[in-house]
């Protein structure tokens, strides 16, 4: 257990839908990155987040979006659903960004665009 | 830019048998190197990091890999593998600055024969 919840676990959307995803950062950290990962494929950065404001983001198109809380959590939005969507959607939360700090992944969220 | 490359998508080792599995990577930057491990529905657990401190890094499980700059690899072994091992590993890179996302590899799976 890492401390860092995502919700739902699992969703099935219709392909033109949004869909908002959640992640609970663990206790004390700050800073909240998501990732994709494609079957068969390595996690992709999506972006990241750090005392809510937006600090890093991948090649990913802007209808990918997302908001950090004063709490530190985070959500993850995707406007425009399409097929190539579906994936395992990682967060990770790690405290001050830093890569010399440990980042907690949580179990994913597995979208399925029908 | 960074990258890393993973040899070999799929390797199977003897239960009790050395596993090897190679990560080579790229970057412009003294590197931060990271090796994951994935369950099969569950998120990335970290196995191990380098952060230009020792170059040979125990982790967790048994497991280690060593930093080798004049081959740019950073291979993840193990003296004698287990049956609870059998899961996908990642090899990830990020720069030495903070906040630098983690660029991963497509990943080994890994199966042990008992």
């Known amino acids: 257990e890492t401390g860092v919840t995502q919700s739902p676990t699992h969703l099935i959307k219709t392909r033109g839908q949004q869909v908002t995803l959640r992640c609970s950062s663990q206790s004390g950290h700050n800073t909240v990155s998501w990732y994709q990962q494609a079957l068969g494929q390595g996690p992709q950065f999506i972006f990241q987040?750090?005392?809510?404001?937006?600090?890093g983001r991948g090649n990913f198109p802007p209808r990918f979006s997302g908001l950090q809380f004063p709490n530190y959590s985070s959500e993850l939005n995707v406007n425009a659903l399409e097929l190539d969507d579906s994936a395992l959607y990682l967060c990770?939360?790690?405290f001050g960004g830093g890569m010399n700090t440990e980042a907690f992944f949580g179990q994913g969220t597995r979208l399925t665009v029908v | 830019a960074q990258s890393v490359t993973q040899l070999g998508s799929h390797v199977s080792v003897s239960e009790g048998a050395l596993v090897l599995l190679r990560c080579n990577y790229s970057?412009?930057?003294?590197?931060?190197l990271f090796w994951y491990v994935q369950y099969p529905n569950q998120g990335l657990q970290l196995l191990l990091k380098y952060t230009s401190a020792a170059t040979l890094v125990k982790g967790i499980n048994g497991f280690e890999a060593e930093f080798k700059k004049s081959e740019t690899s950073f291979h993840l072994t193990k003296p004698s593998a287990h049956m609870s091992d059998a899961a996908e590993y990642f090899c990830a890179v990020s720069g030495s600055f903070g906040n630098e996302k983690l660029t991963f590899g497509t990943g080994t799976r890994l199966t042990i024969i008992p």
């Open positions: 970057s412009s930057v003294p590197p931060y």
């Open positions: 987040y750090y005392r809510e404001e937006e600090n």
């Open positions: 990770a939360s790690s």
